[in-house]
T-cell receptor, first 114, second 118 residues
């Protein structure tokens, strides 16, 4: 079982619609979760981080976390063509020595069409 | 401006050749990481370093080597032992330390190096 799983897509939504991206993780003790957006050939950029069960909103983005179900999601409201990218889910995992690493899912490709 | 600089942007390797990817940061971060990304796959950790003169293998270290002689620099060498080196390589750094959750957690990425085999 992969540690972080995402549907690879592509997820195609019309402009103005809500895009829903899902992610499941295997380590029950994980506490920190992140959503990154990555355009083709570019490095990932952090969109949202979430640590507590429930919803966290930032502009058009809402992250949802359910630790009991080991599930985290990202909602994008009023989707725009510029939102077309690959969205990576990441989970923090501790390293010996005090720092942490991020374990990434394979990403979901989102296509927003006019 | 503070950030992470990776070079070159594109790199070509001949069979049997070692190549080195550069990563420099001026963020004063202790922890630095190298990730590899293949098409349709997530980022996989190659090596990481939490302090100068110390580094540890990640999940896919075979065929790679690193050094950390200065806090600012964490170069990655792709050796001839790496039989499938074609990938997008990302360097990252962070100042966030410890197991406690902190709202300041962020992994800073460089712009990446696309490595291809000739």
């Amino acid at each position: 079982q992969k540690e972080v799983e995402q549907n690879s897509g592509p997820l195609s939504v019309p402009e103005g619609a809500i895009a829903s991206l899902n992610c499941t993780y295997s380590d029950r003790v994980s506490q920190s979760f992140f959503w990154y957006r990555q355009y083709s050939g570019k490095s990932p950029e952090l969109i949202m981080s979430i640590y507590s069960n429930g919803d966290k909103e930032d502009g058009r983005f809402t992250a949802q976390l359910n630790k009991a179900s080991q599930y985290v999601s990202l909602l994008i409201r009023d989707s725009q063509p510029s939102d077309s990218a690959t969205y990576l889910c990441a989970v923090k995992s501790p390293l010996s020595g005090g720092y942490n690493k991020l374990i990434f899912g394979a990403g979901t490709r989102l296509a927003v069409h006019p | 401006d503070g950030g992470i600089t990776q070079s070159p942007k594109y790199l070509f390797r001949k069979e049997g050749q070692n190549v080195t990817l550069s990563c420099e940061q001026n963020l004063n971060h202790d922890a630095m990481y190298w990730y590899r990304q293949d098409p349709g796959q997530g980022l996989r950790l190659i090596y990481y370093s939490q302090i100068v003169n110390d580094f540890q293998k990640g999940d896919i270290a075979e065929g790679y080597s690193v050094s950390r002689e200065k806090k600012e620099s964490f170069p990655l060498t792709v050796t001839s032992a790496q039989k499938n080196p074609t990938a997008f390589y990302l360097c990252a750094s962070t100042s966030a330390r410890g197991g406690q959750v902190t709202t300041n957690e962020k992994l800073f990425f460089g712009s990446g190096t696309q490595l291809s085999v000739l």
